[in-house]
């Protein structure tokens, strides 16, 4: 999901107008949108632990047949590099995995820093803007 989607699990003018025209055609499209909004960032997460689970399910699976999904090829010096090189291979898909889920969270890092800072800019600009408003206002004294 790149920062800038137009749909994103955020309050943004999108969003909001998404939910509320649901809310207004059929009421349980605005309570999935809703839904989304609020918990939309877990999503990722929650794809990884389902293919996280899945996957740990097909290798118990593998490992109580004895060599995996594959039949004995009837080498013995075969089976066992075989054996060897698809383990390898799975260290290597779970550091992929690793480094996705870091990558992930770093991405999420980021989109936050950058609502932060939008958000002190817009404080700042709103500051300004009131006490300029302020110093325009000036009551004059009345003299008694």
């Keep these: 999901m790149t920062q800038t989607a137009l749909i994103r699990p955020a309050w943004t003018p999108a969003t909001i107008a998404l939910m509320v025209l649901g809310f207004m055609v059929f009421w349980p499209l605005g309570l999935a949108m809703l839904a989304y909004i609020i918990w939309g960032d877990r999503l990722d997460t929650f794809k990884a ?3 996280r689970a ?3 399910l097909a290798s118990s699976f593998r490992k109580k ?3 995996g999904t594959y039949a004995s090829s009837g080498n013995a010096a075969f089976d066992d590099w075989r054996d060897n ?3 390898r ?3 290597e898909r779970k550091k992929l995995d690793e480094m996705r889920t870091e990558f992930d969270q770093h991405m999420r890092d ?3 820093a950058r609502d ?3 958000f ?3 404080m700042a600009d709103r500051q300004a803007r009131q006490s300029k408003t302020k110093k325009g206002r000036s009551v004059p004294e009345i003299d008694g």
């Design 49 to 51: 632990d389902v293919n």
């Design 54 to 56: 899945t996957d740990d």
């Design 65 to 67: 047949s004895g060599h």
């Design 85 to 87: 090189e698809l383990s």
């Design 89 to 91: 291979l799975d260290e």
């Design 110 to 112: 980021l989109r936050m």
């Design 116 to 118: 932060r800072q939008e």
């Design 120 to 122: 002190e800019q817009f």
